[in-house]
């Protein structure tokens, strides 16, 4: 089976965040960057052993510049084949669809896997982007895949509970917690990830509806009030008159 | 021009979560100057009572019994988006919702924010909508453009209010796409708020030491009629089912109450539950970070407080 992943790179939760241009951009300066968890831990993960199922190969996909080639690095020590990154910045969520959308027309892959979000932004945008630009069957948010048969079937995380569906390839799926189980690159998975091929391609040219005008920090919280542990009749009054939630 | 919304249903019965959005779409056509309907895909009762909400008018569309299919949902919404000149799309920020959204940004050509927590600021011919960011750390303002709008709204931003009349749905007859995923099953829990749309959630971690002690949990929880939680090492380790994992590898919630009971608050859990509106954390451990986040503490031993706090609430009513 031919298989893509789509990878991402976000600021480490623990980063400090801070905005520049007059709160319009994201200032990435000494903050960390780590591959977006639910691409490395479940997306990648999965598409790996469905490959070590089915035979075939792995392709890692990024939108961005060359600051990312840590992260696709990464991805192939833990055992991608090959991957590709469009040479640009990522600018929105409908431009790194249009760009992934774009590469993987040519290619007819199987199966196209995501990251349920990317930890930044939240969005969970991308993946049914890519589904519709390349007209696809999309299950968001997938905590299961049985591959045994011909078909799959696929458990999706809905509110409260799960939905169950079954469906051919070619098809797109973001991945959530309990896809797969992480996997930490050992040394011969470094060693080789260095001799397999990152090609790196030029964007095309996208347009979009959608984009962040500034960025605004949240007020602050007024402070905790301590409330003596034995005189919870004190915190029901305050959650009653002065917090007004019961 | 119209503003049109995505009302969902579950096991053939409209989602009480649905009113939200169809308030939420009702405002941003009063601020348009135009009307709104809610869109009803499948079987499902009670589409009537959105009504209620604001929709100005309830549409259905049968699809034959079939479940969940975003490729034709999409389909089926422009459709109906078209009929109706529709502006302006509405969901909800679900995992249906959230399945759709991109999909309809690509298929209407349209401006998209996911998440909205607020209504949109009108601007002209723009909008101006904002969501929380980096793990609730900043608020982006997005400036959305295009003539066809799309907004997912986050659960808990804006109370429903009872403001209309029930209306009858609306029969639509479309050319329904074909749907190429069957849904062989739905599995949920009964009887308890799902936790992304829950008001109140009781949540507790490692501090409980062990599954066996959850009941002074489930006591509390049922008192306050609260969806229970939990952090993520205490699923991972079985303790609790997955699905009350919280945290930003867990579900995001924002309740209008979340108590936190023997979590430590580590940024990675305050990433998925510090925009609920106001947080009461009991732990022993005066120097826990979660306390920096709450609005209420109690630092003393959960056994000993958590029994005292259901008391006081039973006391109460
Ligand atoms: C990439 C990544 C993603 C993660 N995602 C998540 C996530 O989504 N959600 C999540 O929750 N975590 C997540 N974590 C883990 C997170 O960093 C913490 O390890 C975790 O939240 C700690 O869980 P805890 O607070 O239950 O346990 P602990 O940190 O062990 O805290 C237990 C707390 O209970 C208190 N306590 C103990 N006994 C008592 C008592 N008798 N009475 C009162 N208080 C008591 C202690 O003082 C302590 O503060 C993630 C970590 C990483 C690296
Ligand atoms: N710049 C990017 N390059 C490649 N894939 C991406 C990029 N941004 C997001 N993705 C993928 O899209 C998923 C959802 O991202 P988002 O819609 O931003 O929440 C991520 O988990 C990744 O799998």
Redesign the interface.
């Known amino acids: 089976m031919k298989l893509l992943v789509c990878i991402s790179k976000t ?1 480490d ?3 400090k ?1 801070s ?1 520049k241009d007059d709160n319009t951009q994201f200032n990435g300066d000494g903050v960390n960057f780590i591959l977006n ?2 691409d490395e831990w479940y997306a990648l993960v999965r598409a790996i052993e469905l490959k070590e199922q089915k035979g075939g190969t792995v392709t890692v996909i990024n939108v961005g510049d060359s600051s990312n080639d840590i992260i696709i690095r990464k991805a192939l020590a833990i055992g991608a084949d090959e991957a590709v990154r469009v040479d640009q910045p990522a600018k929105s ?2 431009d790194t ?1 249009k760009q992934i959308a774009e590469y993987a027309k040519s290619q007819s892959f199987d199966v196209i896997f995501l990251g349920k979000e990317t ?11 890519v ?3 390349l ?7 997938a ?1 299961n895949m049985d591959s045994s048969a011909e078909h799959f ?1 696929l458990t ?13 390839a070619p ?1 797109v799926v973001s991945a959530a ?2 896809m797969a189980e992480q996997r930490i690159p050992n040394m011969r998975g470094i060693m080789m990830a260095k001799r397999k091929p990152l090609n790196v391609i030029p964007g095309i040219e996208t347009s ?11 007020a602050e ?2 402070g ?4 003596d ?2 005189n ?2 004190e ?6 008159e002065e ?1 007004k ?2 | 021009m119209s503003v049109l919304i995505i009302a969902e249903s ?1 096991n053939n019965t409209i ?1 009480s ?1 649905s009113n939200e959005a169809v308030f939420y779409g009702k405002k941003v056509a009063e601020s348009l100057g135009t009307t709104c309907a809610a869109l009803v895909i499948g079987e499902a009762s009670g589409a009537a009572s959105l009504g209620k909400y604001g929709a100005d008018k309830v549409l259905q569309v049968d699809t034959g019994g079939k ?5 034709a949902y ?1 389909q089926i919404i422009k459709q109906v988006a078209q009929q109706e000149s529709a502006s302006v799309i509405v969901l909800m920020h ?3 919702g ?6 309809l ?3 209407m ?7 909205a927590t607020a209504l949109p600021q009108i601007d002209g011919s723009s909008m ?1 909508v ?1 969501k ?15 003539d066809v ?1 799309v907004i997912s709204v986050m659960g808990n931003s804006l109370k429903p209010e009872l403001i209309g009349e029930e209306k009858t749905p609306n029969s639509l007859t479309l050319d329904l796409p074909t749907f ?10 009964s009887g ?6 829950a008001e ?1 959630v009781v949540s507790a971690g490692r501090g409980m030491k062990g599954p066996e002690n959850w009941g002074i949990i489930e006591e509390l929880a049922n008192e ?1 009629q609260a969806t229970t939680a939990c952090s993520r090492p205490v699923a991972d380790i079985g303790w609790r089912p ?2 009350e ?1 919280v945290g ?3 579900v ?1 919630i924002r309740p ?2 979340y108590i936190a009971i023997g979590i430590s608050g580590a ?2 859990h305050l ?1 998925g539950v510090n925009n609920s ?2 947080i ?2 009991i732990n022993k451990d005066p120097e826990a970070p979660f ?10 031993d959960l056994f ?2 958590v029994p ?2 259901t ?3 039973q ?2 009513k």
């Open positions: 600021p939760t623990t980063a965040i905005f968890p639910y969520s409908i669809a930890i930044d932004y939240n969005g969970a945008e991308v993946g049914a982007m589904a519709e630009l007209e696809l069957p999309y299950v968001s948010f905590s079937v999706r995380d809905i509110e409260g509970g799960v939905e169950e569906i079954k469906l051919n098809f917690k309990g979009s509806h959608t984009g962040v005008k500034s960025f605004t920090l949240p919280k007024d905790v009030k301590m409330i542990p034995d919870m009749d915190l029901v009054r305050l959650l009653k917090a939630v019961l | 579950q989602r979560a479940g969940f299919d975003s490729q999409t679900s995992s249906t959230k399945s759709l959204a991109g999909r940004a690509i298929a050509d349209a401006g998209l924010l996911s998440g101006i904002s929380t960011v980096f793990s609730g750390k900043a608020i982006a303002n997005y400036e959305l453009t295009g709008k190429n995923t069957e849904v062989l099953g739905v599995k949920t829990q308890t708020v799902p936790l992304p749309e109140l306050l997955h699905h994992h930003q590898t867990g995001a209008n109450l940024i990675q990433a509106k106001v009461v954390v306390f920096k986040a709450a609005d209420y503490g109690i630092c003393a000993d407080v005292k706090l008391a006081a609430l006391k109460a």
